[in-house]
């Protein structure tokens, strides 16, 4: 089969370097990439350092090899074309259709997919100039990731950092993966948890689970390549944070609802993937639990936590939001789905079977996915990626019927 055929713009940023990196995970799975930096981009990175990790040749003229007409080819033979490191300059040259160089002349004969992975100070990023240039490239149905949170050049920390090139690769072939066609999440505020809540019994111990939080994070990824803006309620994943989503960092199921709760406010959707803890410690210990000898521990007194789904799913922030559950079962999986399903009040549940080596830490997962109107959509095993990609197909077509 031919190579899918990417274009990697590169304009001129401090984040270029991390480029190289992109570069080399898109080669490295099978994709040929031609790169097409601007003239302000070689300041940081070579136009031989591009040409020798891509394998093809590095211009940004439109007047080299005219016979070839690359300002047009380029554009018309890609797949797909991401822009990383997207400056504010860069963004506002896309928003307005200007065409003063290779990268530019590309960015308008292109008729697949664009993703632009910005990257800039954050005052840059909060302008309201480039807040409009963002809006007008998403509604015309690019997708623009939204930066991550950390240390920008020199003593400057705040939002504008390019995400992990790893995460931007996620997030370049879930949008390969769908193909031509607009971001059928674009426009929509989704919040999603993910991960496995604990609840402390003293200062070293604690009650928690084995989810590991990977099915939360393919729901961001997949939803961010469908053009969402995400906030992603994480609880103790360890996992590299998905290339724009807006992440939200807690321990204990309380504070989960916290967050939860506020995030909510103004989201088009909620999807509780993570693992929250039925119960927590009635009491918190406040030095290390010690061991006697010829005494019996002490029993453990547990309490309730509060159900977030169903106060979710019965307190709906805005009209028409949708409410995704998940159920984790180990026996009569989908009798007690069906049961959790009545008894929550939401839209979908998806219902699958756990245990120590299921699902809990793995990369593939299976699962039925039960809906309010008696709906069933069976996942078979395959990437977490694939469920998240069918809950989504679910919810849009919801948004169909609600509009």
């Not at 300041?43 to 080299?64: Q, R, Y």
Request: some cysteine; charged content about 25%.
């Amino acid at each position: 089969m031919e190579k899918p055929k990417v274009v990697l713009g590169v304009s001129g940023g401090i984040a270029a370097y991390k480029a190289c990196e992109l570069l080399r995970r898109l080669t490295e799975s099978g994709h040929d990439v031609r790169v097409v930096p601007t003239d302000a981009s070689l300041n940081f990175v070579g136009a031989a350092t591009w040409s020798a990790l891509s394998g093809n040749p590095v211009s940004t003229e439109v007047w080299e090899s005219v016979h070839e007409v690359p300002h047009v080819r380029i554009g018309q033979a890609a797949d797909l074309v991401v822009v990383a490191p997207a400056t504010a300059d860069m963004l506002a040259r896309a928003a307005h259709g200007l065409a003063d160089d290779l990268l530019t002349n590309t960015l308008l004969t292109a008729r697949c997919p664009v993703v632009f992975a910005p990257a800039m100070h954050t005052e840059m990023w909060e302008h309201p100039a480039t807040q409009e240039n963002v809006a007008t490239l998403r509604r015309r149905g690019a997708v623009v990731i939204e930066p991550a949170v950390g240390r920008l050049t020199g003593v400057d920390t705040g939002k504008g950092r390019l995400p992990d090139p790893g995460e931007i690769f996620e997030v370049c072939r879930a949008v390969l993966t769908r193909g031509p066609g607009a971001p059928d999440l674009a426009g929509r505020h989704v919040v999603i948890s993910a991960g496995g809540t604990r609840e402390p019994l003293d200062p070293v111990r604690y009650l928690g689970n084995r989810s590991s939080g990977k099915q939360g994070y393919a729901l961001a990824r997949t939803a961010v390549a469908r053009g969402a803006r995400v906030t992603l309620v994480e609880a103790n994943t360890g996992l590299p944070d998905p290339a724009g989503a807006d992440v939200v960092r807690v321990g204990t199921a309380v504070q989960l609802r916290e967050a939860v709760l506020k995030a909510a406010a103004d989201a088009d959707v909620v999807v509780m993937a993570a693992a929250v803890a039925d119960f927590r410690p009635a009491v918190y210990a406040g030095g290390k639990i010690k061991k006697k000898d010829g005494q019996k521990p002490a029993a453990v007194e547990l309490v309730r936590n509060p159900d977030i789904l169903a106060e979710v799913a019965a307190e709906r922030a805005r009209p028409g939001q949708i409410v995704v559950g998940f159920a984790a079962e180990t026996d009569d999986v989908l009798a007690n789905g069906r049961e959790k399903l009545r008894r929550k009040g939401c839209d979908l549940l998806v219902v699958n079977e756990v245990g120590e080596r299921k699902t809990f830490g793995s990369e593939e997962n299976e699962a039925v996915v039960l809906a309010a109107d008696g709906g069933e959509t069976v996942v078979p095993f395959g990437p977490k990626e694939a469920l998240a990609d069918t809950v989504w197909d679910l919810v849009a077509a919801r948004f169909g019927q609600i509009t």
